[in-house]
C-alpha cells in the first residue's frame, strides 16, 4: 500500500496547479516547471500537475508532492481526467506521489475501484475528483485515498456556479469524508474559508498560474 504520509505533508497548505491549455502561449514542459518553481519559491506545498511530460519536467525540479493527472478527450465517455488504468500507472512511474482521477458516475472506461487498485499497486495515492456528496461516498467505498471537490458545476449533477461549492464542501464535512477544496477559488480569503469548512488542504490554479483566465476576468470586468 502507499504511504499516507505525502497528504500529511499537505494538511492544512496550499497545492498550485500548474497547467496550461492547449494554444496557451505557456503550453511547454519547461514553461510549465518554471510555473512550478514559482509556486514553491511562493510557498506551495504540493502541485497539481497534468500530463506526463509535465510531471517528468516538475519532477526533475521539485521533489514536492505532485498529484499527477491525464486529461484525455474521449468519444466514448465525458470521462476525461485519466480514463484509464494505463494512463494512472504510467503518472505513478514518472514520479506522481497522488495520481487524480474523475470518480464522477458518469459512463466510464473503467470502474474506479479497478483504477484505485492498480493505483495503490504502483505504490501511489488515489485523489478522486468529484461532483457532488453521492459521488464522493462512492468514490471512498471504491478505496479513494482522498476526494476534491474539482468537477463541482462541471457535471449535470451539480449546480452551475461562479465560486466555491460551499455546500458541498460542508456536506462533505458533515458526512467524514476527507477532502481537498479545489475548484473556482480565486482569492486567499476563499482558501482560508475552505479550510474553516474542513478541507484537508486547498488546490489553486488559475488565479495562480493562468495569466490569460485572469486577464479576461479584468478584461470582462471592465467591458461590463
Not at 62 to 70: E, F, Q
Not at 131 to 160: C, F, K, N, W
Not at 183 to 212: C, K, M, N, Y
Request: hydrophobic share 45%.
Amino acid at each position: 500500500m502507499p504511504d499516507r504520509h505525502t497528504l500529511d505533508q499537505l494538511s492544512g497548505r496550499l497545492v498550485v496547479s500548474c497547467q496550461a491549455n492547449p494554444g496557451s502561449p505557456l503550453r511547454d514542459p519547461q514553461t510549465i516547471a518554471r510555473l512550478a518553481l514559482a509556486a514553491v519559491q511562493g510557498g506551495a506545498a504540493g502541485l497539481r500537475i497534468q500530463g506526463f511530460e509535465d510531471v517528468q519536467a516538475v519532477r526533475a525540479v521539485s521533489d514536492l508532492p505532485i498529484i499527477g493527472l491525464t486529461k484525455t478527450d474521449r468519444d466514448d465517455t465525458d470521462v476525461y481526467i485519466t480514463p484509464t488504468v494505463e494512463e494512472a500507472v504510467r503518472l505513478a512511474e514518472l514520479g506522481a506521489d497522488i495520481v487524480a482521477l474523475d470518480a464522477t458516475l458518469r459512463p466510464r472506461p473503467c470502474p474506479v475501484n479497478e483504477m484505485v487498485a492498480a493505483i495503490h499497486g504502483a505504490g501511489t495515492l488515489v485523489m478522486a475528483d468529484i461532483s457532488t456528496l453521492r459521488e464522493a461516498v462512492a468514490a471512498m467505498v471504491a478505496g479513494a485515498d482522498i476526494v476534491s471537490t474539482t468537477l463541482s458545476g462541471y457535471t449535470p449533477d451539480s449546480p452551475q456556479h461562479p465560486g466555491p461549492d460551499w455546500a458541498l464542501m460542508d456536506a462533505l464535512k458533515a458526512a467524514g469524508v476527507p477532502y481537498a477544496a479545489e475548484g473556482r477559488i480565486q482569492r486567499p480569503e476563499e482558501a482560508v474559508q475552505a479550510l474553516s469548512r474542513g478541507a484537508a488542504f486547498v488546490v489553486v490554479g488559475s488565479a495562480i498560474t493562468r495569466p490569460d483566465v485572469i486577464t479576461g476576468w479584468f478584461a470582462e470586468a471592465l467591458r461590463g
